[in-house]
């Protein structure tokens, strides 16, 4: 299979509203219990909440290379252990007898230097205008998947039901190969297998018309999926009607599937300490992050504000405040609760 197969019966995406997230890590933690629980999984965070401005998870993730540039494959880095982090000890018996705090150690003992939401909270820009927002992180399932491209096994392919990408394991020999070439470096190495891994959008939740973990956790209800194909569809019509949902790093050329709500963040001050509405704190950051489109993206979403302020009503607001949390399912509207299940 190669990236330029023919397209999936429907395609599975995701708009997430970051006016809206919380940074409470609900989505990463109900991910984590649910399926990195493995022998060598312990360092893995398929879903990950960063802090931007800020480095990631791992360090510098969107500085490694990979993806594509005017079409050709841009070379990658494969970022050491010691960027991701990984699953640390602690001396509870220091911390519990006194002697010392709940410090964090590597498996060698030395205390580490990175880690999962490292620079968390941690915001860009001098007061008074510091700013920061958080950026949830995932699998993208992209239409031109250049990991599925850089694979020499022929282990990475696409769902024809629903455009998921996922690994194979039983052919997959750990080259990571996957890895170097994920722009947003969402692809981690199980040392213990020898395999690469990483989110599998919960598909067998999919197959049983259950929304992923993460979205049916999230307290924000920031996150919407749908078939991003279906023009009746929320997905469709915050990317592709109203334009108010923009892919993470456009310049990557892989056309994720995942798409942002930017946000709106606080205006500037002038010289003289007044709010300048003409200003934001930081619209190259999200320039840089969404693309250009961001700008129109923004000036939508608040003529929108403006006109429910003025007492007018807003079909774009609606979807994103979704009073009934049931919208943000689109077809996968189960409750997993109902299943049926197998005998113990």
């Given at each position: 299979?190669?990236?330029?197969?023919?397209?999936?019966?429907h395609?599975?995406?995701?708009?997430?509203?970051?006016?809206?997230?919380?940074?409470?890590?609900v989505?990463?933690?109900?991910?984590?219990?649910?399926?990195?629980?493995?022998?060598?999984?312990?360092?893995?965070w398929?879903?990950?909440?960063?802090?931007?401005?800020?480095?990631?998870?791992?360090?510098?993730?969107?500085?490694?290379?990979?993806?594509?540039?005017?079409?050709?494959?841009?070379?990658?880095?494969?970022?050491?252990?010691g960027?991701?982090?990984?699953?640390?000890?602690?001396?509870?018996?220091?911390?519990?007898?006194g002697?010392?705090?709940?410090?964090?150690?590597?498996?060698?003992?030395?205390?580490p230097?990175?880690?999962?939401?490292?620079?968390?909270?941690?915001?860009?820009?001098?007061?008074?205008?510091?700013?920061?927002?958080?950026?949830?992180?995932?699998?993208?399932?992209?239409s031109?998947p250049?990991?599925?491209?850089?694979?020499?096994?022929?282990?990475?392919?696409r769902?024809?039901?629903?455009?998921?990408?996922?690994?194979?394991?039983?052919?997959?020999?750990?080259?990571?190969?996957?890895?170097?070439?994920?722009?947003?470096?969402?692809?981690?190495?199980?040392?213990?297998?020898?395999?690469?891994?990483?989110?599998?959008?919960?598909?067998?939740?999919?197959?049983?018309?259950?929304?992923?973990?993460?979205?049916?956790q999230?307290?924000?209800?920031?996150?919407?999926?749908?078939?991003?194909?279906?023009?009746?569809?929320?997905?469709?019509?915050?990317v592709?009607?109203?334009?108010?949902?923009?892919?993470?790093?456009?310049?990557?050329?892989?056309?994720?599937?995942?798409?942002?709500?930017?946000?709106?963040?606080?205006?500037?001050?002038?010289?003289?300490?007044?709010?300048?509405?003409?200003?934001?704190?930081?619209?190259?950051?999200?320039?840089?992050?969404?693309g250009?489109?961001?700008?129109?993206?923004?000036?939508?979403?608040?003529?929108?504000?403006?006109?429910?302020?003025?007492?007018?009503?807003?079909?774009?607001?609606?979807?994103?405040?979704?009073?009934?949390?049931n919208?943000?399912?689109?077809?996968?509207?189960v409750?997993?609760?109902?299943?049926?299940?197998?005998?113990?």
């Open positions: 299979m190669t990236a330029t197969d023919a397209r999936p019966q395609q599975f995406a995701m708009v997430i509203d970051l006016n809206k997230c919380l940074g409470c890590q989505c990463t933690v109900s991910c984590k219990t649910q399926w990195t629980r493995g022998p060598g999984m312990e360092a893995m398929w879903n990950i909440v960063s802090t931007i401005p800020g480095r990631g998870t791992p360090r510098d993730a969107f500085d490694l290379g990979g993806g594509y540039r005017d079409g050709v494959p841009v070379p990658g880095e494969l970022p050491p252990k960027q991701w982090g990984e699953a640390w000890n602690f001396d509870y018996e220091a911390a519990l007898s002697r010392g705090h709940l410090e964090p150690l590597t498996a060698d003992g030395s205390p230097e990175w880690g999962p939401n490292w620079d968390e909270d941690v915001g860009g820009g001098v007061y008074p205008h510091s700013y920061f927002f958080y950026l949830p992180l995932l699998c993208m399932n992209c031109n250049v990991c599925l491209e850089a694979c020499p096994r022929d282990a990475i392919y769902r024809p039901e629903d455009g998921v990408i996922l690994i194979d394991e039983e052919h997959c020999h750990g080259y990571r190969f996957c890895a170097e070439a994920c722009p947003y470096k969402r692809i981690y190495f199980n040392e213990q297998r020898v395999i690469a891994q990483k989110c599998i959008s919960c598909y067998p939740r999919l197959e049983e018309g259950v929304a992923p973990a993460c979205v049916r999230c307290p924000g209800r920031i996150r919407h999926v749908g078939w991003i194909d279906d023009p009746e569809s929320l997905v469709h019509k915050l592709h009607v109203w334009k108010v949902a923009l892919p993470l790093r456009p310049d990557f050329e892989v056309e994720p599937n995942l798409f942002y709500v930017p946000p709106t963040l606080p205006t500037a001050f002038d010289d003289d300490g007044r709010f300048d509405e003409s200003r934001s704190r930081a619209p190259e950051e999200l320039r840089r992050l969404f250009p489109g961001v700008d129109d993206a923004l000036a939508t979403i608040e003529a929108e504000r403006e006109k429910v302020r003025a007492g007018g009503t807003s079909e774009i607001l609606d979807a994103l405040i979704s009073r009934d949390w919208d943000l399912l689109g077809p996968f509207t409750d997993p609760g109902r299943l049926e299940r197998p005998p113990r």
